[in-house]
């Protein structure tokens, strides 16, 4: 069944980040590589799956004093872990991943609230569960305790 987007929870770390107006889950997707031969009594092409790719999540926002932790996190090359709750029925479900923080813009117009995008490359292999079935199953992918229980 689909759901209402409104009501998504974005963490990095162990901030919230409010006042989104847009979120972008990463595209997932896999390198392929060509292992065709000469010996092949077909015409086609034959590949094997490569390595996989994470992706990017980028959000949309408006700004506010809370938000230079995300300017910081441009200035960091941590990796810091990443939630997105999303609001799904009868319990929320969690897509969680280890992020590099690869972009932060502002833009200042002269009749309106300061927007901000920033941009996070995903580092690893991301995970997408039941809350808190996830914490159980992905031990290794450290969630603040504000996380853990939102």
Known sequence: MSAFANGTIF???PTTISELISV???NLSSDSIDVSS????YTYRSFLQG??????????GLFNSSDEFVLNQVNSSDQVPLSIDLPTSPSATRFGVYVVCTGFNTEEPTDGIIPFTASYKVTGKPVL???PAIVTLYPSLTFYPSIVTG
Do not use: A, F, M, S
């Open 11 to 13: 963490r990095i770390g």
């Open 24 to 26: 972008t889950c990463p």
């Open 38 to 41: 000469y010996g092949q009594d």
């Open 51 to 60: 390595l996989l790719d994470g992706g990017e999540i980028t959000i949309d």
């Open 129 to 131: 569960g039941q809350i």
